[in-house]
């Protein structure tokens, strides 16, 4: 029997899917399968992975100073315990020079006490001492934070005015 083609009539009239047009459509509205967002996102996390370690590599310094930590003083204020690199050293500005302590306000606005030694070298863009650190001046001090956030320098750099 020779086959006919299906008149314009006889298709509009039958359906348009065979089957069940509610999963046809639901199947249309996600053209992903589950295991195909699942890939994709495991790509996307292995992707922000890479691309923070090239970052670190490319732009991180080789010690990541964790953030101040606050320590309760007897008097009851916050004093600034700074841990930089393994709890070695803090940054700010000299509020006051007495003996052989220097105290340094950090960029919290909390107070290190920095205890100095004879071995304590400082630094003013040139080699110095102890008296002629000055209050307002900028310090970087290297040295380790002790349990009461007393830093025992090893050395303190003022900064250069500006």
């Known amino acids: 029997m020779p086959s006919t083609e299906p008149t314009a009539e006889e298709i509009v009239a039958g359906p348009a899917v065979t089957g069940d047009l509610h999963t046809e459509m639901h199947r249309a509205a ?5 295991t195909t967002r699942v890939l994709a996102g495991l790509v996307a996390l292995a992707a ?10 490319a732009f991180g310094s080789a010690s990541t100073p964790v953030p101040a930590r606050q320590a309760a003083a007897p008097n009851g204020q916050g004093q600034g315990q700074a841990r930089g690199a393994a709890g070695r050293g803090t940054t700010g500005t000299i509020d006051r020079v007495d003996g052989t302590k220097v105290y340094v306000k950090n960029a919290q606005g909390g107070e ?15 080699a110095g001492k102890l008296s002629d650190l000055k209050p307002g001046s900028t310090v970087v001090v290297q040295g380790q934070a002790g349990e009461d956030g007393t830093v025992a320098a090893r050395s303190i750099t003022q900064e250069p005015g500006r």
């Open 30 to 34: 996600r053209p992903f399968s589950r």
């Open 112 to 126: 290190v006490t920095v205890s100095t030694t004879d071995d304590t070298t400082i630094g003013v863009t040139q």
């Open 48 to 57: 922000a992975f890479a691309l923070g370690a090239w970052t670190h590599a």
